[in-house]
């Protein structure tokens, strides 16, 4: 990456990757540039990110919302001639390769690949929100390095500070040229607080091998609900990658937040009824082996909320 463009948040982050994107598009004589982004994807909630959004519950109260965004299907590259062709005010792309609120959906296999061609023979901008597959989560510093692609913009906030407010937009090659002095910028943007966070929470993931421990400990975590849940008919589906993992439940379970929380657990439950874990990459085997004797049992015997 050649630019970084700093923020406080993820958001904050995903904001100035639409903002390179229209001023793409600009450049290209597009009046009203178009971002293309996700069904239920999930980029924060500013007004452009909650637009960016594909979720009417982020949306719902804030109308009317920015304009210029156009939604595909994740994971599906066939429809992307047609949405071209009907659309000729799009200029960008914007995607998380793994949707979290989503449900934890991992891009297909190739799917980032097939998305780079077609943003190069188009002249769109690949961006990609890596707001929390990235630093690590995944096995790879960014989820992209797994595919070999490079995007033109990367964003990246919640591995990156830890715990203190940072969010980062990368740029690459021609995109790294659109944004000007002047075009952005905030107060606390770059801190240096923040920045000397970031930097030890970056040289912490370098020097301790953090990225493959998140790929040894995700490969044991997903190793050890596959075996505890194998015959659980509830269960629809158990994906991920790294450090990332959804077990899918065939109704809503919110109520297993509070039922693994009282056994001293914190898990998240989103999209309604997949249970998202993204557990430290510091874990112990012991501790991922721990978390599957905690949350297996409660899946097994959970009902119905
Ligand atoms: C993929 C993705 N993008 C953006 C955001 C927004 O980040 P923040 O809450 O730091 O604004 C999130 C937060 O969950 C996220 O998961």
Redesign the pocket.
């Known amino acids: 990456m050649d630019k970084v463009f700093f923020g ?7 904001e100035a990757a639409i903002k390179m994107a229209r001023l793409h598009g600009h450049k290209k004589g597009i009046k009203l540039p178009t971002v293309l982004v996700m069904d239920n ?6 007004l452009a ?1 909650l637009s960016a959004s594909g979720s009417r519950k982020v949306q719902a109260g804030f109308e009317p919302l920015v304009r210029g965004f156009a939604r595909g299907s994740f994971n599906d590259i066939q429809s992307l001639e047609t949405i071209a062709d009907n659309n000729p005010n799009i200029c960008a792309v914007f995607v ?1 390769p793994i ?3 989503g449900g934890i959906r991992v891009a297909a296999d190739d799917y980032l690949k097939q998305l780079r061609e077609f943003c190069t023979e188009k002249g769109w901008l690949l961006m990609l ?5 990235g630093n690590g989560r995944t096995g790879k510093y960014f989820y992209y390095q797994h595919s070999g692609i490079v995007p033109d913009v990367v ?1 990246t ?2 591995g990156l500070g830890n715990g203190v ?1 940072i ?1 980062a937009c990368l740029a690459h090659g021609e995109a790294a040229e659109l944004m000007q002095p002047g075009n952005h910028g905030s107060t606390f943007g770059g801190n240096p607080l923040a920045c000397a966070a970031a930097l030890a929470a970056v040289t912490t993931i370098e020097e301790e091998n953090l990225c493959e421990r998140a790929m040894v400990l995700g490969d044991r975590l997903m190793a050890g609900f596959k075996a505890a849940l194998a015959d659980v008919p509830h269960v629809k589906e158990i994906r991920g990658k790294g450090c990332m993992i959804g077990i899918e439940i065939d109704k809503p379970c919110k109520s297993l937040f509070p039922a693994a929380m009282t056994k001293g657990l914190i898990i998240n439950v989103t999209a309604d009824s997949v249970i998202r874990l993204l557990p430290p990459m510091v874990m112990s085997d012991a501790e991922a082996d721990q978390v599957v004797a905690i949350l297996a049992p409660l899946i097994k015997d959970f009902q119905q909320d």
């Open positions: 406080n948040s993820g958001a904050e982050a995903n994807a999930f980029h924060g909630r500013t990110t998380e949707q979290g609120e929100d890596e707001v929390q597959t964003t906030s919640k407010p969010g």
